[in-house]
């Protein structure tokens, strides 16, 4: 009110109807922002108190591509970050038809059960809201989606990972402080989204089906390196005494890999998901896995150095696409490209000259 | 001259000693330019001709960090470009203890009888002049060092990886400028350098010794993925009956690997580079790989794609080297750090901030 009552004053000097509308537009704007404020307050007391639609709400905004709405959610996860951190975070992987959604679905109910909160995200960067994505169709998860102790969020749309992941780990944040003690994420056996999920995790279970000998087959790089254990699914019916030689195959290749900075040795498990056999066995190696590295100090060392990783990898991304999307780069780029084919310069002269160029624009 | 007269009329108009010795300047500039000019052609056309003293200098100024040497190295390689490329570049790399010098030593000996002109150089980042380094001691090539068919050059020192590929990268065009036709480089099993080292070449050769079932044993991740072939040294005496058990389970590791972009399917080897056994086998491989490639069309493409990389990895690390490296930006990422550890601001937040900073500077 100082600020309109000042405005006020100049009005008598100045013009009357530019002062008036400025006068008007100040007292507006105010107003805006104290409804803004009032939302931002009025949504993170929900969260916190646990409540589900304000929850919902504040990651549309942090899924939101408007300016403001973003605002908005950074003010919000800003204030839930006290609350947030209380939680085991579970990564699962595993190839289409691994039965993923049955698996998370039984988890999840044998969670919510021992009383746990179990918020279940998925990173999926091909997915968008016109195409479905994984975690989309809630109908596979039947029990778990009317369970109240659960919350399902379907892959955030984007087309770039680094967006995804960003507003994936954002979302774990609101979920924590709504006081969901259990985050499953989701991924698909694709591309980056493994690392990715694995950088935001603490416990990274890998999902498999029993082969007829060709029991690694199709696992990207790394992936296997990556698993803090492997649960081999549908080992029911005929398909037990298949399910327990890839056990014992991937146990071998297991011991093959250098001890992980974690000390856990990576353990391998028979379930069903679609029988509930074996999902608590699950469970338990994740609680002994959590009370091992949380003794060893690994656990707290492990989420340090993944927000490192996330800022820095967050500037390496913004550095790079500010480079690289200035359109006289681009032409350039390519210019330069072509002269390091046809062997006129080479790779090291080219990036030179580039960054000369950015440095004269 | 026409510069020098030029300057001798405006003496009479402006002061005698300052325009004197701004002539004199001049002059001195202009004969250092040609003398450098002259410099850098005779020793462009004699690494042409294949002199090695040549060649050595050359490389030398590569590795310099002497701005005026790097300027003239730069011209160098500029002129020899037209004249690389017509080479088979082989990495190799295999833990200490391996038989690595040994095992070049002896595919050289064996390459140089063929009549092929056979260039050595290393990878190492660990390594300093001081230190000395893989390659250092060529005592232990030493039929390779007395051959003047080849040319042994140690690992150019440099604490950052990013450094020693350049001057690598830079080296091979030197060398094969020089008439040489196979170039191979040796790493070490540590770190990012065989990434950097698979990079740089056509054919990726990893040396394994037979153990004692635990045949996968301390292989970095990714290693056995790179691998084109494995050559499994040693495989002599009571060893032989182990190496080829080593064999057969890297056979079978291999096979459950994705298939490569250039359609090879690896293979694996015995060899005894200390009784010169199995040398011919390996390099039969890679003339079996080269062939196939060049006939598929992924040889060009993939030396394409590499220097792609180049390219672009050269200009990712000045973005981040000029980024971090402002003062005001290591103070503002360790109170950043700081805060994300504290739970009062997120990584994305904290990144937000240092780029709007980074702006500000």
Sequence with gaps: ?????????LEETSGVSSAALSNANAIKNIQEKRKLQRSTDDLVSKVIEGNITALSQSITLVESTNRSHLN??????KACLPYANNSVRIGITGVPGVGKSTFIEALGMHLTTQGKKVAVLAVDP??????????????????LVKNEQAFIRPSPSGSSLGGV????????????AAGFDTIIIETVGVGQSEIAVHSMVDFFLLLKLAGA???LQGIKRGIIEMADAIAINKADGENKKASKMA???FKRALHLYPEKESQWQPKVTLCSALHREGIADVWELVETYVSNVKGNGFFEKNRKSQNKFWLLQTIED?????????????IALEKQLLLVAEGKTTPFAAAENLLKLKNSL
Tied chains: 1, 2.
């Design 165 to 176: 992941a960003r507003k994936t780990r954002e979302t774990i944040i609101l979920c924590e």
């Design 1 to 9: 009110m100082a600020k309109a009552s000042k405005t006020s004053a």
């Design 247 to 249: 056990k014992s195959e």
């Design 318 to 330: 913004r550095l790079k696409s500010e480079f690289f999307n200035q359109s006289e780069i681009k």
């Design 126 to 143: 091909s997915s968008t809201l016109s195409k479905g994505s994984i975690l989309g169709d809630k109908t596979r998860m039947e029990d």
């Design 72 to 77: 908005q959610a950074n003010a919000i996860i």
């Design 213 to 215: 000998g060709d029991e």
